[in-house]
């Protein structure tokens, strides 16, 4: 049967499940070993992001007849029930040998157009298919109500990000030779590959005041592919020394408000790279278009210190696994003098922290952030003490967490750790976090983690969402 | 409203079946919800009462935080207790209640178990 050719998916898994996964197809043995992955289906943004790593028993549920291996009916059946449950697709996994490139056997297609058909109208939403692996390669065959789609590649996220495609890609073809001599001395440290990847990301930056200004400026002169600046702030006089690219003539007047922060980070970006795609968001967060934006992304950067934007960005960054560097830099006076003073860059998401395990969002403040402005200040249960901020604090935080950006996507980084970093200015140490107690039940990442558009994100609600 | 909300409101109003429970949608997917007719006991001035919260689009991560009574609520006898200051509710005159709950657990406590506790507290305090 003709089917229409749909666009290309990526699937998307942490670090720590495609080890699993990895481990459990290369086996000493040379042979074929077979899997399902249970992903969370992000339709926008066609990707699949994986939930559950279902490893089949050799020789039990999966099993040699022939030439070729197959799933055993009993396990595909307790696969499909457990994609059902949770609204997940369905993708049979298996290996071939090789290196470098892979792709599907006639006799693996023909076992999808036998089977898959069968396996769309039991689960009747999400997609099904399979994925082929050979070392450093990945090939897939989805299938959807409306047609059929390979997989463009598969990225795999944590301390070391890696991509795997069909066949290993030309990168440096994709480097045009003007930005390979513009970038030539960070090419040198990255490789064409890494700049090239660079110039392929889009990265969401949620807050664009002291931190979050700081952060698109680099961004921008490292050479990423777009920005998304998400900030529902005007500059007031008193910020103004501290967000970056802003003038007086942005500060309010008796005339007119203060300019909007995700322009003047707009403006600031135009001067360096004219040509770079530059969403703006003068929108809270929680803001489903804003929220939309964000999800689309390959990174986030959390430079908002709302427990709403951290609660928001917590869970898009474990829902849809994108990595996220949370920033923070703070000084804390106790009784006329400064009792500690602080920077502090966090990973979450992927293999990374949560910020409900570790203590870091409270409910409590959850709920005052929420409510309307007039509400908002009746109901503070700590009177607002302006906290201090300094330019140089911010640009450690900062500079932490875009260092952790640039070596974990670029593949550089060599520790596994994605533990948190802190800088303490008052004794000059660098110190790792030590975290809050983490909760003993945590409701929020482990029923988030890879479900994409399958749970609602904690977002405003609109008449269209109902 | 969120589901979340729809579900607490469903919740309360099982909870409180014998009182009347009003809501109005706040537009952003939480809802202000009041139950009338608590009874606080003699030791009160009136000795009823109502309750209202507002659960906002993060319910139910967020607290429910914070809960309003009427305005002229007297304790007999005695000064009403700490946690109590004067407010509005939905642009009335009320007393505003700052009972938060440190360790929130989402799924596990309920704006209608909160509101009972808020009540109880309102009655012992």
């Not at chain 1, 140089?392 to 550089?412: H, P, Q, R, W």
Request: net charge neutral; aromatic share 6%.
């Amino acid at each position: 049967m003709a089917q229409e050719q749909l666009k290309p998916w990526v699937v998307v898994s942490r670090s720590s499940d495609w080890k699993r996964l990895e481990k459990h197809l290369f086996q000493a043995d040379g042979h074929e070993h077979g899997a399902v992955l249970c992903c969370g289906v992000d339709k926008a943004n066609r990707r699949l992001i994986v939930r559950h790593v279902l490893l089949a028993k050799d020789a039990s549920d999966f099993v040699q007849h022939g030439y070729s291996y197959r799933l055993e009916p009993a396990f595909i059946s307790r696969a499909l029930t457990k994609c059902k449950n949770e609204g997940l697709s369905y993708i049979a996994v298996h290996n071939h040998g090789g290196h470098g490139s892979v792709a599907f056997s006639r006799t693996d297609l023909a076992s999808h157009e036998r089977g898959y058909p069968a396996l769309l109208s039991i689960l009747s939403g999400p997609p099904v298919g399979a994925l082929v692996f050979a070392h450093d390669a990945v090939a897939g065959d989805i299938w959807e109500p409306a047609g059929r789609a390979v997989v463009e590649s598969m990225v795999v996220c944590g301390a070391r990000r890696q991509e795997f495609f069909p066949c290993q890609l030309p990168m440096r073809a994709m480097l045009p030779e003007e930005v390979n001599e513009a970038f030539e001395a960070q090419v040198h440290l990255l490789g064409a590959r890494g700049q090239a990847l660079l110039g392929r990301l889009q990265v969401a930056v949620v807050g664009a005041g002291g931190a979050g200004s700081m952060i698109l400026q680099a961004l921008t002169h490292l050479g990423v592919g777009g920005l998304v600046s998400v900030d529902p702030d005007r500059l007031e006089r008193s910020n103004r020394p501290r967000v970056v690219y802003a003038t007086p003539d942005d500060e309010p007047t008796s005339r007119r408000m203060g300019t909007l922060k995700v322009d003047i980070a707009k403006r600031g970006a135009r001067i360096v790279c004219p040509d770079m795609p530059f969403e703006t968001y003068p929108l809270s967060v929680d803001d489903p278009s804003a929220a939309a934006a964000v999800t689309r992304c390959d990174a986030i950067f959390l430079a908002a210190d709302t427990a709403v934007a951290r609660h928001v960005v917590n869970a898009i960054s474990h829902q849809y696994l994108i990595p996220t560097f949370q920033v923070g830099a703070k000084a804390i006076p106790v009784g006329g003098r400064i009792d500690s003073a602080f920077a502090v860059a966090r990973i979450l998401g992927p293999d990374g922290l949560c910020m409900w395990c570790a203590g870091l969002i409270d409910s409590t403040k959850l709920q005052v952030d929420a409510l309307p402005p007039e509400e908002r200040a009746a109901a503070e249960y700590v009177p607002g003490v302006r906290q201090p901020s300094v330019y140089t604090m911010n640009a450690m935080s900062s500079a932490l967490a875009l260092n952790d950006f640039l070596f974990t996507f670029t593949g550089l980084q060599r520790s596994q750790d994605l533990g948190p970093r802190e800088y303490d200015f008052l004794n000059r140490r660098a110190l790792r976090t030590v975290l809050g107690k983490a909760r003993r039940v945590c409701a929020e990442c482990e029923r988030r983690r890879g479900r994409a558009d399958g749970l609602r994100l904690p977002i405003r609600w609109t008449p269209s969402a109902a | 409203m969120t589901p979340e909300v729809a579900q607490a409101l469903q919740e309360i109003r099982a909870t409180f079946s014998e009182n009347q429970v009003e809501h109005t949608e706040d537009g952003a997917g939480g809802a202000y919800i009041r139950v009338l007719g608590l009874d606080l006991g003699e030791g009160f001035l009136p000795r009823q009462c109502w309750l209202a919260v507002h659960l906002t689009h993060m319910y139910p991560a967020a607290d429910v935080y914070p809960q309003f009574t009427n305005a002229a609520l007297e304790r007999v006898g005695r000064p009403l207790g700490p946690a109590l200051s004067a407010a509005s509710w939905q642009g009335s005159p009320a007393t505003q209640i700052s009972r938060k709950s440190t360790g929130w657990r989402a799924g596990i406590d309920t704006a209608a178990t909160k509101l009972t506790q808020v009540l109880q507290w309102l009655k012992n305090s």
